[in-house]
């Protein structure tokens, strides 16, 4: 059969596009592989712990202990970092283990501990884990949400407590302060009339400071009628 020009152009074009389908599969089938051979070099973290899971805040720091298990097919793990968030998501707190904390195995497969630290201000509640995440030195990661950490049964909740001394001080001071009494407040100091306690003429003695300074005022008056023009 013989094709005429305009046969064999509209052939060459639905060859050149079959080539070029072709070709974008082998690069996607490409990139899933190395994807996939990615994922698999990446660290896995195989445990998480942390003790005591129960936490008293005082005037110092208090910390917990943290450790986990964790393993890489090349032994070129590289750290392994632990977040916390506080229950109002205002506050945060991680620890990072790296080679140094080392406490059994190697690089391919070993146990790592950490000491995580809380001040007196943190937030007191509910702490919980709000994710785990594990590199090599390559650069591959493994990151596990808090979902899927509790998903492996790892804990993912520490409870900070406020000591009873800390909530003692945080109530208001006025309540270890005895109220004062009208006897006990101080004079005015502006615009007032400072009168002789003498001119009671045997009403001071009544103890009734109140209605004395009232018949203070009063024999003033009578006394005094002057005051009344100035």
């Not at 917990?64 to 298990?69: F, G, I, M, P, S």
């Not at 506050?91 to 080392?102: C, D, E, R």
């Not at 008056?221 to 002057?226: E, Q």
């Amino acid at each position: 059969m013989i094709l005429n020009g305009r046969a064999k152009s509209i052939l060459g074009l639905i060859i050149g596009l079959m080539l070029i389908a072709f070709s974008l599969q082998c690069a996607l089938a490409a990139s899933q592989a190395s994807h996939n051979t990615a994922n698999s070099a990446s660290p896995r973290i195989l445990g998480f712990n942390f003790s005591p899971q129960e936490l008293i805040l005082n005037d110092g720091s208090v910390q917990t202990v943290l450790q986990a298990h964790a393993a890489d097919d090349k032994g070129d793990f590289s750290s392994l970092e632990a977040v916390f968030v506080s229950p109002s998501k205002n506050q945060t707190n991680a620890a990072i283990m790296v080679s140094a904390n080392l406490i059994s195995g190697d690089g391919k497969n070993g146990s790592y501990s950490v000491n995580l630290s809380f001040s007196s201000s943190s937030e007191a509640g509910n702490w919980t884990v709000d994710h785990l995440i594990a590199c090599d030195w390559p650069g591959n990661c493994k990151r596990l949400n808090g979902t899927a950490a509790q998903a492996l049964g790892f804990p993912t909740r520490l409870v900070l407590k406020k000591s009873a001394q800390n909530e003692n001080s945080s109530q208001d001071s006025s309540q270890n302060q005895p109220l004062l009494e009208a006897d006990d407040m101080p004079p005015a100091q502006n615009n007032s009339i400072y009168l002789d306690p003498n001119e009671l003429r045997g009403w001071a003695s009544t103890g009734k400071k109140f209605a004395a300074q009232r018949k203070i005022i009063i024999n003033s008056v009578f006394n005094r009628p002057s005051i009344c023009w100035t």
